[in-house]
Each structure stands twice: as C-alpha cells, then as structure tokens.
C-alpha cells in the first residue's frame, strides 16, 4: 500500500491528504502547529467570539469546481466582504470607486464621467512593471499617496516602485458604486467556520493526523513512499541557495464586552496612520450574534512566521532556483502558498492542491495514466 506524509495541515495539504486519502492511498499529515486548518484556522477566543488567530480569512472565487469541492465539507453563508479606508480624516470604499473620488475631492462624477477625472489624473506608464505603475497609470500621484504608497510600505517594509505589478493589481479601480472588496461570483464564508471544514476534510478512515510534529526534527522517522511539503520550499533545502523573503505580521487580538458593533464593516483599512494596516471585526464575516465584539489589527513584521512571499524580481529569481532543484524530486512534490512561493488566496491553494494531487497519484503509479495527468496540465 503506498503510503505519503503531507507536511502542513492548511488549505493545501489538507485538500491533498483527503484526495489521496480517497484514491486508497495511506496519508499521515503531521503539521507543527498544535492545530489544523494552518493560517486559516479560526476558533473561539476566551469570550467565545469565532476568530481567526492568523488574520481575517474571507472565501471567494470564480470558479464553481473549487466551490463545488468544498461544499462537500461545509455549508456557507453568503458574506460580501467591505473595506473602508481612512484618508484625509474620513472613511471612504476601497476599491476606490465613483463614491471614494467625490467624498475625497467633493466632486458630483457619476458612471458617464468618472473615466474622464481618471483620465485627467492619471499618469499613462508605457510599461506596467511594479506595484507603482499599476496604480499610478490607473488613478494618479494622489490617489496613489493617498492608499497605496503608505500602506505598502508598512506591509511589506518597500516601496511600490520595488514590488512585482501583481501585488498592488490585487485591488482594482472602478468606475461604478460598487463597494464590494471582491466581485467574485461565490462570496462566502464556511458556515461553522474553517476549522469544521478541516476536521471534516480530514476525517477519513485512510488520513492519520500528528499535530506538534515539525518535519525537520522528526523526518527520520518517517517512512513513506512519497513526501507532500507544503512548507517554506527554502527551508526544505536548508536555505542552501539563502533564504527566501517571506513578510510576517504581529496580530493584535482585542474583545470589546457589551460593543455589538465596533466599526461599521468588516475592514477598515489605515493607509497612513499607526503601524498596523487594518483593523477587522470578525462578527461581520461570520454573521455571529454576541453581546461583545472581537477584533483585530495587523502589524507588519519582517521576521516571525511566514505569511507572505514577496513578490519582485530578485525573489522570483531566486525561488527558481529552489525550484530547479524540486523538479528534480521524484519522491516528493511541493505545493501551497510557502512551497510554491506564490501570493495565492485560498480558493487557488485548493486548485493547486487538486493538481498536486493528480500528480502524487501519477509519480507512485497509484492511478491515473499519463493522459490524465497531461489532462490536468501537470506536464
Ligand atoms: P498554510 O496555511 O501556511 O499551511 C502550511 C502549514 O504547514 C502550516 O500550518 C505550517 O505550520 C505547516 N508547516 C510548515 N513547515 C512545517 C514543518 N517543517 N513541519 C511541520 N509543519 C510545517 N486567502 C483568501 O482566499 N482570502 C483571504 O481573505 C485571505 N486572507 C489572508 C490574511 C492573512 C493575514 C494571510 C497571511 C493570508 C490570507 N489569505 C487569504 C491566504 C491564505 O491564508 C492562504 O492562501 C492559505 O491559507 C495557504 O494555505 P497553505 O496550506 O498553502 O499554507
Ligand atoms: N494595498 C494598499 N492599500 C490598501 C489595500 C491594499 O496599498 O488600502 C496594496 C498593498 O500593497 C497590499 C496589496 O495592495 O499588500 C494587496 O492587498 P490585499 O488586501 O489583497 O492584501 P492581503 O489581504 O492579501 O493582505
């Protein structure tokens, strides 16, 4: 019987224990933590508020099969998430739309004219390299100062101009009302939270869990015929090429008894103040009735657990190299946010993990032939 450890319980070691797990395969996932579910993992803090100890997590995606997948172990409940801003002493929608612009500069624009005052503003970039041109070829200097500059500075301790395109991309510029974070077409949240979904992902007669367990310490004692990582790729290889940047936060947890409501959406965002980016109160994505409320804000760290890889150029480079060296793996395959260093949100840690799947399944001959794996793109 051919038997596979997953390193990591997150989105996506779990999604792979549970596919191979289901293809008869012998799968034990060991993770460091004390707990399942990785940065997802939410739970009651002391007041019994459900919170997410790693920072909010809201579920979106386009694409059904994703969605599909995991309804398999949960229900959901419909949650759009909102973000406001404080700039220039308001509260303002992020991302920035019709309503943003006329609150800030006290216009009357409306969908027939908001495209011409972008227009006017914005600074035309012939080549879209870094986070800075992203906004500054949408929306101008100002605008730019105003939410994007501060902001990525305190979270990624650079300068727009010094981060990949994709980042600052992330948040797009409309020209309509909508003040929704995400357009995407499923907007939820698993309805008893992440960790619900997890133990029921996991539970399976075939799936073994250790919790505490760091692979580092313990890998001589693993035995299996095929190894899923889904850690940090420069730390399986001993940080032999240097390590790879990964940005870190402090989260600053607080409960406020006998507030219902602390602020009046889910995250409000703070561009140029205080040395935390966001604040967010987790009541708003859960939808939980409790007489108190819990929140918590985001402080941006360089060193501590990693979070975020850091999207740039050098980054990338260097990922390369750690990557040659796990293609080359026939015994072991690498996926997730920290292994593949990719800025994935959860819905593509699932995708990733289904293709992972397919493949582990194809490299032990445990299943599908190879024009299955073509199929799944894998080669
Ligand atoms: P992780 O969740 O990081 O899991 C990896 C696991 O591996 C960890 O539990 C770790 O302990 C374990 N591990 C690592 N090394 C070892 C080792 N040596 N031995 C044993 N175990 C090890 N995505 C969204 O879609 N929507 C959001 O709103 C959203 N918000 C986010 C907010 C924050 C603050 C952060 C940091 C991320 C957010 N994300 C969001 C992204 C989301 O967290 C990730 O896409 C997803 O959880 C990554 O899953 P993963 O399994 O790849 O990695
Ligand atoms: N960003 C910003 N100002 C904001 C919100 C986002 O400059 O008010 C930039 C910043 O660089 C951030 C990136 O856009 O890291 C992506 O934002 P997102 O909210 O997607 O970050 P995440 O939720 O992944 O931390």
Avoid at 22 to 42: S, T
Avoid at 67 to 94: C, I, K, N, Q
Avoid at 159 to 178: K, M, Q
Wanted: glycine share 8%; net charge neutral.
């Amino acid at each position: 019987m051919t038997a596979v450890t997953v390193v990591g319980a997150g989105f996506s070691g779990a999604v792979v224990a549970r596919e191979l797990a289901e293809r008869g395969l012998d799968v034990r996932v060991i993770d460091r933590r004390e707990h399942i579910g990785g940065n997802a993992h939410d739970r009651l803090d002391a007041h019994g508020v459900l919170v997410h100890p790693y920072g909010p997590h809201i579920f979106h995606t386009n694409s059904a099969r994703i969605y599909d997948y995991l309804s398999r172990f949960t229900g959901w409940r419909p949650y759009e998430h909102r973000v406001l801003a404080a700039v220039d002493g308001m509260l303002v929608p992020l991302p920035i739309n019709i309503d943003t612009v006329n609150r800030l500069y006290g216009l009357q624009l409306d969908e027939r004219t908001i495209q011409g005052f972008f227009d006017s503003v914005r600074e035309p970039r012939e080549r879209i390299l870094t986070s800075e041109d992203v906004v500054v070829d949408a929306v101008g200097r100002d605008l730019y100062r105003k939410f994007f500059q501060g902001y990525t500075r305190k979270q990624w301790g650079l300068d727009p101009s010094e981060l990949a395109a994709s980042v600052a991309a992330r948040i797009p510029t409309r020209t309509n009302r909508d003040d929704r974070y995400f357009t995407d077409k499923f907007q939820a949240m698993p309805l008893e939270g992440y960790t619900r979904m997890f133990e029921r992902m996991l539970d399976h007669p075939k799936i073994a869990i250790e919790l505490g367990v760091d692979f580092f310490r313990e890998r001589e004692r693993l035995r299996h015929d095929h190894l899923v990582y889904t850690g940090p790729i420069d730390a399986f290889y001993g940080h032999r090429y240097g390590p790879l940047p990964y940005r870190s936060l402090r989260f600053e947890h607080e409960h406020h008894p006998g507030t219902e409501r602390y602020q009046a959406v889910g995250t409000v965002n703070y561009p140029n103040e205080h040395a935390y980016t966001r604040i967010t109160e987790f009541k708003h994505l859960t939808g939980q009735a409790h007489p108190g409320t819990s929140i918590v804000r985001e402080y941006p760290i360089a060193e501590g657990d990693p979070y975020y890889p850091v999207p740039r150029p050098e980054n990338e480079l260097l990922f390369k190299r750690y990557e040659a060296l796990a293609l080359k793996e026939r015994d072991v395959t690498f996926v997730g946010r920290l292994a593949q260093y990719r800025y994935y949100n959860m819905d593509q840690c699932v995708g990733a993990a289904l293709k992972a799947a397919q493949y582990v399944l194809q490299k032990t001959g445990a299943a599908p032939d190879e024009a299955d794996a073509l199929a799944a793109g894998l080669r």
